[in-house]
C-alpha cells in the first residue's frame, strides 16, 4: 500500500515523530512512504520510498523569483547543503519561541505558492492509495495535508500525539492565541476530513471524542515484548539511575529534585546515582543545579544506537515531566514515548510528574511504576524503591507486564494493517 505523510521534519530516527512512524510502520508488509515535509534536513529511513522538501526559504526565494521552485524532491544520495542544512534563523527561532516569531512563519506559508507544480508532479508520480497524517500544531503542514487529501482523494488517517486543539493552555502573549486559534481552525478541519483519528493516549482520546465525531483509537510506539521479561541478575553499586531525553518543559527542575534527594541518600555512603542522558543545551543555571557531587551527573548527548545499551545497564530508569502549570496543561494528553523503551527493558521505572498527565495517567493504570506526583513524595518513595534488591525485581516485572498489555508490536501493528485495509476500501466505495 501506497502511503503518504506530511510532516514538518524529516522522518528520521532522530526526532520524536520520525521514531515513532519509523517503530509503527516498521515490518509491516507491503507498504511503501512518501513523504512531503516543511524543514531542512533529510530524510533517514529505507522505509521512505519518495521525499518533498519545502521550507520557509525555499518559499521567500519563490515569492521574489517565481522561476526558482518552493520546493523540490530530496533524493537520498544528494549532496546539497542549501536543503539540507538548517540556517542559524532557524535555530534562533526554536531556542527563543517568540510568538511573533512564529507568527511570521505562518504569514509566509500563508502567502508562499507551496502548491506548485513540482509538488502535485512529486505526488502524481506516487499515486498514494492512503494519506496517513500527523495532527500539527503547524497550520501550514495541517494545510498541505488537507490541500493533498482534496487533489488525490485518497482517504486518511490522522494521528494526535499532543494536545493542538483545546484552550487548556497557559499564556498571557495575545500574539499565543491568534496563534492557537488559526491552529485549532486547521486542526477541527483536518480532522473532520479523515476516516479515523488515532490518539497517543487514553486522556487524549476521551478528550478528543467529546470534541470530534471522527472514530478514535489509541495508538503508540510499539516493542516486541514476547518471552520472559529480562530482569537484572545484579544490580550496580552504587545502584545506576538513568534518564535519557529532553529535559526541556522545566523536567530538569524535577530531575534536580531528585539529585538533591539522592545527596542526602549518599551522605555517609553512595548508594545511588542519577546520570542523565540528554541533546538538550545546557545553562549554567541547570548545570549547577544537575551537578551534584557523587550523586548526579550530566553525561551530554549519545547516538540514538547507544541509548538502548545505556538503558540496559541502568539499574533504574527515571521518566519526569515538570511540575509548572504551563507544562501541566502543556503535556496533559502527551504521551512520552520513551516509556515504552523502558517498558521493553523490564528496568523499574520511576516516574515523577504531575497527577493530571497522560504518561502518569498510563502507568499508574496499569501499575507500571514507581509513581511519584508531589514533589514530597520523592525521597520515601525513591527510598523504597532502593531498599532491596526484592522491591528493583518486583517494579521490574511491573514495568514489562505493562509493555506487554499495552504496547506489543503484533497486537498493534495488526490493528493498523487492518485499519489502513479498511479505510483503504471505505474510500474506493
Known amino acids: 500500500m501506497r502511503i503518504l505523510v506530511v510532516s514538518n521534519a524529516p522522518l528520521r530516527k532522530d526526532n520524536g515523530l520520525g521514531n515513532s512512524l519509523i517503530n509503527i510502520f516498521g515490518n509491516i508488509d507491503d507498504i511503501e512512504i512518501a513523504s512531503v515535509y516543511c524543514r531542512y534536513g533529510k530524510t533517514g529511513t529505507n522505509l521512505v520510498k519518495k521525499s518533498f522538501q519545502i521550507t520557509e526559504k525555499g518559499l521567500i526565494k519563490n515569492l521574489k523569483n517565481k522561476k526558482i521552485p518552493s520546493g523540490k524532491e530530496i533524493f537520498p544520495n544528494e549532496n546539497n547543503d542549501s536543503y539540507t542544512e538548517e540556517p542559524k534563523s532557524v535555530e534562533f527561532v526554536r531556542k527563543n519561541r517568540w510568538s511573533i516569531l512564529y507568527l511570521i512563519r505562518n504569514i509566509i506559508w500563508e502567502i508562499g505558492r507551496w502548491k506548485s507544480d513540482e509538488l502535485l508532479k512529486f505526488v502524481d508520480d506516487f499515486n498514494p492509495e492512503i494519506i496517513f497524517q500527523p495532527v500539527f500544531n503547524a497550520p501550514h503542514v495541517n494545510k498541505i495535508a488537507l490541500f493533498l487529501k482534496k487533489y488525490t482523494d485518497a482517504p486518511m488517517i490522522c494521528y494526535n500525539v499532543d494536545d493542538n486543539y483545546s484552550f487548556r493552555q497557559v499564556s498571557f502573549s495575545p500574539l499565543y492565541w491568534i496563534e492557537r486559534l488559526w491552529t485549532r481552525k486547521t486542526v477541527k478541519k483536518l480532522i473532520e476530513h479523515c476516516e479515523l ?112 545499551r545505556i538503558q540496559e545497564e541502568a539499574d533504574i530508569l527515571v521518566h519526569v515531566e515538570g511540575f509548572d502549570l504551563k507544562n501541566r496543561c502543556l503535556l496533559h494528553q502527551s504521551f512520552s514515548t520513551k516509556i515504552v523503551d523502558y517498558c521493553k527493558e523490564a528496568r523499574p521505572i520511576l516516574a515523577v510528574a504531575p497527577h493530571d498527565v497522560a504518561s502518569i495517567d498510563e502507568l499508574r493504570r496499569n501499575d507500571g511504576a514507581m509513581i511519584v506526583t508531589s514533589k514530597e513524595e520523592i525521597k520515601p518513595k525513591l527510598e523504597r524503591l532502593i531498599s532491596s534488591k526484592d522491591i528493583l525485581d518486583e517494579y521490574s516485572k511491573k514495568a514489562y507486564l505493562c509493555g506487554r498489555t499495552n504496547y506489543d508490536s503484533k497486537k498493534l501493528k495488526n490493528m493498523i494493517s487492518n485499519d489502513l485495509r479498511s479505510a483503504y476500501e471505505k474510500g474506493m466505495k
Open 197 to 308: 483519528l488515532y490518539t497517543i493516549s487514553k486522556i487524549q482520546k476521551e478528550e478528543c471524542e467529546a470534541v470530534f465525531t471522527s472514530p478514535c483509537k489509541i495508538l503508540t510506539k510499539c516493542a516486541d515484548f514476547t518471552g520472559e521479561p529480562p530482569i537484572k541478575s545484579e544490580y550496580n553499586k552504587p545502584l545506576q539511575l538513568v534518564f535519557t531525553g529532553n529535559i526541556g518543559s522545566n523536567r530538569w527542575k524535577t530531575l534536580a529534585l531528585i539529585a538533591n534527594v539522592l545527596k542526602e541518600f549518599n551522605r555517609e555512603e553512595v548508594k545511588a546515582q542519577l546520570n542523565i542522558y540528554t541533546a538538550t543545551p545546557i545553562t549554567k543555571n541547570m548545570s549547577k543545579k544537575l551537578e551534584v557531587k557523587d550523586s548526579s551527573f550530566i553525561r551530554g548527548a549519545v547516538p540514538a544506537k547507544e541509548i538502548k
